[in-house]
């Protein structure tokens, strides 16, 4: 492997540090080289806050170091004056000489314009060292900017003999009719909830609310809450529900007129019958939601297989039998890779075509 590629994997080792608080911004990691040793490094951690390039700079103990050094950065330096100032401005400061860029950045603020002023300034610019991986790193951020729409990521388990869940008729007592039927073990469960922190919102629809009254958090691991969001045509969950208890952002999407908004619960009308799906992300990215789990029944996560509209999906099958009950959405895909977590299967998929 090349010193620049070396360099750059290390920008996406520090850049994958953010993933799940950076939200609206991208993953980005810096490194700063001179005579062949790594002198400073960083990435950005929290939207508002440094990026990666300032992160990497003020790292540096020797400053004077900077006028012969070569900076990476696995997406473009930013242009533009946001929340913090533009870090082309901080490169061309410190007579960083040489600026080693993994892939451009698509948001329209920027979009080659870093680039140019770095030329302008007379930099050493090299593009597109690891380019796809530092593409794959942003997959997310650049789903959202150039399909203007969230990054989809379908999950769901499912037993052995292919079932998501058994028939609510199947439940003895009312108790066990709001309550989850486990198919995996506690390990997978907690792996689930880590995926939550790492990603904006996740997306249940009325049935999988009435029957289970899930919270949708991520209590079993440390991180942010997504955006609970709620597929509920006629307003048919009552407040006594998990998801309107007030605790996180909530918002329902719904058919029903004049209903009333509190501090987290937000309503949203729209058209279920018509392009519902592609309506739905419009709103969402209007809302600036970036990534999405959808983590629905098998009708909704079959509908959004169906018109194809899905990045990725990461399929549970769990160690037990069912023997009915409610199947498992169909995915006509070949996984892309597998892993085992004790007893239990985890196949992933991608639909980047």
């Not at 289970?212 to 009552?238: C, E, M």
């Not at 409610?326 to 006509?332: G, S």
Request: with cysteine; glycine share 6%; aromatic share 8%.
């Amino acid at each position: 492997m090349e010193n620049h590629e070396f360099y750059m994997k290390r920008c996406i080792e520090l850049a994958k540090n953010g993933l799940g608080t950076t939200y609206p911004n991208p993953l980005v990691g810096s490194v700063i080289v001179y005579d062949g040793k790594i002198i400073g490094e960083g990435w950005h951690k929290k939207a508002g806050e440094a990026h990666a390039e300032v992160n990497a700079v003020n790292s540096v103990k020797d400053k004077t170091l900077l006028e012969k050094a070569t900076i990476y950065v696995s997406l473009e330096p930013c242009s533009h004056y946001g929340k913090t100032p533009p870090c082309c401005d901080l490169i061309i400061a410190h007579n960083i000489p040489n600026v080693i860029i993994g892939t451009i950045d698509p948001f329209a603020k920027v979009a080659g314009n870093g680039i140019k002023r770095l030329l302008e300034a007379g930099k050493k610019i090299n593009i597109g060292v690891f380019e796809e991986e530092c593409n794959a790193l942003n997959k997310r951020f650049f789903t959202f900017h150039k399909k203007q729409r969230p990054y989809i990521i379908l999950k769901w388990a499912e037993s052995k003999d292919g079932f998501i869940a058994p028939n609510k008729t199947q439940r003895e007592t009312e108790q066990e009719k709001l309550s989850p039927v486990w198919i995996t073990n506690s390990y997978s469960r907690q792996l689930v909830h880590k995926w939550r922190t790492e990603e904006q919102a996740i997306l249940v629809g009325t049935t999988t609310v009435l029957e289970d009254n899930p919270k949708l958090d991520a209590r079993d691991f440390k991180g942010n809450h997504p955006t609970r969001v709620i597929l509920d045509r006629n307003n048919t969950v009552s407040d006594s529900f998990h998801i309107k208890d007030n605790q996180r952002k909530t918002v329902i999407y719904t058919e029903t007129n004049n209903l009333t908004n509190s501090s987290n619960i937000i309503y949203e009308k729209i058209n279920f019958n018509d392009n519902f799906l592609l309506n739905l992300t419009k709103n969402l990215h209007k809302k600036e939601v970036q990534s999405i789990i959808i983590e629905g029944g098998s009708k909704t996560l079959q509908t959004f297989i169906d018109s194809n509209l899905w990045d990725e999906a990461r399929v549970f099958i769990g160690n037990s039998l069912l023997k009915s009950g409610i199947k498992a959405p169909v995915l006509k895909r070949t996984a892309k890779k597998s892993i085992s977590i004790m007893n239990d299967e985890i196949k992933f998929f991608e639909n980047y075509d």
